[in-house]
């Protein structure tokens, strides 16, 4: 505000209407190796329907965290989704050739000139995506010309016959491999043009839209691309029916390091990319390089706003299924646990679950992290994420067939004591997650899930609304600011029995001459969590018939 010279009314607004927003707690994360999809972005699902319309349906090498993915969609419907670069993996296209290699929209974009280069000149069309997938997929060109003698049946039912110089695009499932039915159609794309800068004029019904094929097809398509090779004596304007070939799976499955070292470049960044759970691909064998799930924990420690759960091996060596005795299974789990370094970020589970596959109608062994993950999901929405997510009111796991063990009352002690939150079945109970602790080997508040769940909803909440102080004067007027927006959203979270008390301390006390002169601000927020109950004990007390309760109450 200016001062005035002469006489006048100088009107303003000050906004002290500050307050803590509402920050989300369950958004997970995993990175996979699956059939198709974009190759290192970051893709959302909310529902088992969007996974497989995205990544493809799970085959023998990538069931493994497809199912961890479909397990947590059980629970939650926010899903962040990275498909992992694959060592060899090619996209299909018209003319086969074994050099395409298009991951996402922004590498499609960055290559768009040259792609096809060093493939003929008649590659019209290539998968949207790399892997074998794309070679189920026909496209067929229709024109005027080749209604009658060359365009496919199938797209001829799909579309009528196209007049002048337009041409319409039909997508096919050509073998079946995507839809489960050959010759399904996929897409269809009406009245086109090879001219860039056609608009679909109003005078003719339009709305003025590009119908420049190539505009179309990049903005609306899901299974192609279209190729710069497509513009010239070769335009697809002439027609015909072009099935895709080449398409190339991994040639190499990433192993469990290869993906757990992923989840860095996947979700490192938490100004760019909000996530609170993530789930782990299932450990590998004992005695891995890198401690393998170790690597997604400390993505999340470095993070300090998600928490990371992470699964034993599965089957084989170092196993928690199919072992001689649930005690080798019970030693394996400790074992493996025993390499991952202490970590409140970080979550275990005791073992590998059975569940079936429907898509190949068989049962698999895959990880527990994806259910577990689920249950943190869902605590949220039937409670609060400072509730622990374990026990009989909220931990139960669904669709899991069986337990690669249940352990006995004895086993679950030391399971405990080994910082794994045991994975159990109870007769007529169903399969519950019965623990609740994070791998954090020191005694603290912190080596409890609800507790560092709740300091995480704190911690982000309170840092988001206080950048708004940044820039501003460090003085009373702005730390009793902070102070009126912070003290409201603690006596919120108190009254939803998240914490017993807290204090916020935001003064000339911890603001003295010294912080203000090296431009800083400080706040210091003492809290009191509110704590799960682990252990109950009953005391049964036999009296005498004559003898008063009051008497004896409270004295045993």
């Known amino acids: ?94 003319a086969g050739a074994s050099t395409i290699n298009v991951k996402n929209t922004n590498h499609y974009l960055n290559q768009e000139a040259s792609l096809g280069a060093d493939s003929p000149e008649t590659t019209f069309f290539v998968a949207r995506y790399p892997g074998a997938l794309g070679n189920s997929l026909q496209v067929c060109v229709v024109t005027a ?19 002048g110089n337009d041409f319409h ?11 489960g039915t050959a010759d ?18 109003a005078s003719e019904g339009g709305d003025g839209s590009s119908n420049y094929y190539k505009n179309v097809l990049e903005a609306s398509s899901a299974w192609i691309w279209p190729t710069a090779a497509n513009i010239g004596d070769d335009s697809p304007v002439s027609g015909g029916n072009y099935s895709l070939t080449g398409g190339v799976d991994a040639t190499t499955v990433p192993g469990t390091d290869d993906l757990a070292g992923d989840y860095a470049t996947a979700f490192g960044d938490a100004e760019t990319i909000d996530v609170n759970i993530l789930i782990a691909p299932v450990g590998d064998v004992l005695n891995s390089p890198l401690g393998n799930t170790d690597l997604v924990a400390d993505t999340a420690s470095s993070r300090k706003d998600c928490v990371a759960v992470l699964s034993p091996p599965t089957t084989g060596t170092g196993g928690t299924a199919a072992q001689s005795t649930p005690a080798t299974a019970l030693a394996n789990t400790i074992a493996w646990a025993s390499n991952i370094a202490s970590n409140s970020y970080a979550i ?42 374990a026990g009989y009111n909220r931990g139960q796991l669904r ?32 399969t519950l997650l019965f623990g609740d602790k994070t791998a954090q080997s020191k005694p603290s508040a912190f080596d409890r899930i609800n507790v560092r769940r709740l ?16 820039f501003e004067l460090n003085d009373e007027f702005t730390r009793a600011m902070f102070r009126n927006m912070t003290e409201p959203f603690l006596r919120d979270v108190k009254g939803r029995r998240g914490i017993t008390d807290f204090l916020v301390v935001c003064d000339e006390t911890n603001n003295t001459g010294e912080v203000i002169d090296t431009n800083r601000f400080v706040a210091d927020i003492y809290i009191k969590p509110a704590r799960s109950i682990n252990f109950i004990t009953l005391n049964f007390i036999a009296t005498r018939t004559g003898v008063e309760f009051s008497e004896i109450a409270g004295q045993q």
């Open 455 to 470: 300091f995480i909803v704190l911690e982000k909440a309170i840092s988001t609304a206080s950048k708004y102080q940044l």
């Open 184 to 201: 399904t159609v996929l897409e269809t794309y009406l009245d086109l043009s090879s001219t860039d800068g056609s608009k679909r004029l």
């Open 145 to 163: 010309n080749n209604w009658t003698s060359v365009i496919d049946p199938v797209a001829k039912s799909a579309v009528d016959q196209p007049t």
């Open 399 to 430: 669709g899991v067939v069986k337990l690669g063990y249940n352990p006995t009352s004895s086993q679950r002690n030391d399971l405990y004591k080994a910082r794994i939150n045991p994975l159990v079945s109870f007769p007529g109970q169903g």
């Open 1 to 94: 505000m200016g001062f005035l010279v002469s006489p006048g009314v100088d009107v303003n607004e000050i906004d002290l209407t500050n307050v803590i927003p509402a920050v989300s707690t369950s958004i997970g994360g995993i990175v996979g190796h699956f059939k198709w999809g974009p190759v290192e972005e970051v893709v959302s699902v909310g529902s088992e329907k969007e996974l497989v319309a995205n990544f493809g349906k799970p085959d023998d090498n990538t069931y493994g965290q497809w199912f961890q993915a479909a397990a947590f969609l059980q629970y939650g419907n926010a899903l962040n989704v990275y498909r992992t670069a694959a060592s060899g993996a090619k996209n299909a296209n018209n």
């Open 348 to 389: 275990l589970s005791s073992t590998a679950v059975y569940v079936y596959d429907k898509y190949n109608d068989k049962y698999r062994w895959i990880g527990s992290a994806g259910h577990v993950a689920g249950l943190l999901a869902n605590v949220d929405d039937v409670a609060e994420p400072w509730f622990s997510p």
């Open 169 to 179: 695009i039909v997508v096919i499932d050509e073998d079946g491999e995507i839809t």
